[in-house]
C-alpha cells in the first residue's frame, strides 16, 4: 500500500489555521464562562427563593388559629417482656 500524497501548505495558510483555531478556542472559554454564570445567578435565585418559601412557611405556623385543637398525640408502644 502507498503512502497518500498530502498537500503542503504555505506560511499563510497555516497563520489563517491558527487564527481559526484561537478563534474556536476563544468561543468555547466564552461558551463555558457564559454557562457558568447562568448556573451561579440561578443558583442564587433558588437559594432566595427557597429562604422566602421557608420564612413565608414559618410565618404561617406561627399564625396558626389557637382555636383549633392540638394534634393527637403518639400512641404510646407498650414495652414488650
Given at each position: 500500500?502507498?503512502?497518500?500524497?498530502?498537500?503542503?501548505l504555505t506560511?499563510?495558510?497555516?497563520r489563517?489555521?491558527?487564527?481559526?483555531?484561537?478563534?474556536?478556542?476563544?468561543?468555547?472559554?466564552?461558551?463555558?464562562?457564559?454557562?457558568?454564570?447562568?448556573?451561579?445567578v440561578?443558583?442564587?435565585?433558588?437559594t432566595?427563593?427557597?429562604?422566602?418559601?421557608?420564612?413565608?412557611?414559618?410565618?404561617t405556623?406561627?399564625?396558626?388559629?389557637?382555636?383549633?385543637?392540638a394534634p393527637?398525640?403518639a400512641?404510646?408502644?407498650?414495652?414488650?417482656?
Open positions: 500500500m502507498t503512502r497518500p500524497d498530502f498537500i503542503k506560511d499563510e495558510q497555516v489563517a489555521r491558527k487564527r481559526r483555531n484561537v478563534a474556536i478556542a476563544l468561543g468555547l472559554v466564552g461558551f463555558i464562562v457564559l454557562v457558568f454564570v447562568v448556573t451561579v440561578n443558583l442564587q435565585r433558588n432566595e427563593a427557597r429562604k422566602a418559601a421557608e420564612a413565608a412557611a414559618v410565618g405556623v406561627l399564625q396558626a388559629d389557637p382555636t383549633l385543637p393527637a398525640a400512641p404510646a408502644s407498650e414495652p414488650t417482656p
